[in-house]
């Protein structure tokens, strides 16, 4: 079975500041993990993924995040906040063992960061 | 420019009333998908397809159905429209092949309320 976690549903951050929003997974092998932005009245957008390789992955909009097998965890990052960051974060899992099964989406975090 | 459309974006209609939300997508995806979510709140896949004449149910129990008679389209239909079936649905699509390592791409999503 499959599962991903994301254990705040809101995240506070002053613009300028670091900010962090987490995601815990849990498959039986080697995962792929997704990260996904949603802004209000739109459709999800995708952020970044990772598949295998390096643990650090960059994608759109100055946003990183950091497999870490060990603690099964992919959490999403950025140096410095924008006030335009503060939208809804769905992480999402694939177990690629687990046959033709669609993604497993958290629940998400509300991000909001304060001007 | 390849996409993924949904129409209508905004649909009010009254109790007992069918209705068929629409989803298209240019991009030659094999695997096409339907989230329900009510705002700012986590996703429910209640269907998807993985190519023309296949679909499956979701995770979340739906009174709607979906057909896929073409690889492009994708519509949903409400037989009988009921208050409990006001949300924002959101369409997905994704390529097929590598153990599922390619990301949904998701329409604008349609805001359904049933009064």
């Known amino acids: 079975a499959q599962s991903v976690a994301q254990p705040e549903d809101q995240v506070n951050v002053a613009e300028g500041n670091p900010l962090t929003v987490k995601c815990t997974y849990s498959?039986?092998?080697?995962?792929?993990l997704f990260w996904y932005v949603q802004y209000p009245n739109r459709g999800l957008q995708f952020l970044l993924k990772?598949?295998?390789?390096?643990?650090l992955v960059k994608g759109s909009y100055g946003f990183e995040a950091e497999f870490n097998k060990s603690q099964t965890s992919f959490h999403l990052k950025k140096p410095s906040a924008l006030v335009s960051d503060s939208a809804l974060y769905f992480c999402?899992?694939?177990?690629?063992?687990?046959?033709?099964?669609?993604?497993?989406f958290g629940k998400g975090t509300r991000l909001s960061v304060i001007a | 420019e390849a996409d993924i459309y949904q129409t209508p974006r905004y649909l009010v209609i009254g109790t007992g009333k069918k209705i068929t939300l629409e989803c298209s997508q240019t991009?030659?995806?094999?695997?096409m998908y339907w989230y329900q979510q009510d705002p700012g709140m986590e996703l429910h896949l209640i269907h998807y397809s993985y190519g023309v004449n296949s679909t499956e149910k979701g995770d979340l129990s739906s009174e709607s159905t979906v057909s896929r008679i073409r690889t492009e389209h994708f519509p949903l239909t409400l037989e009988s429209a009921r208050p409990s079936h006001t949300s924002q649905y959101l369409c997905a699509s994704s390529e097929s092949g590598g153990q599922g390592l390619h990301e949904q791409y998701f329409g604008p999503g349609t805001r359904l309320t049933v009064t």
């Open positions: 498959v039986s092998g080697n995962p792929y």
């Open positions: 991009m030659g995806h094999d695997k």
């Open positions: 999402a899992v694939r177990d690629p063992t687990s046959g033709n099964t669609p993604l497993v």
């Open positions: 990772y598949i295998t390789g390096d643990n």
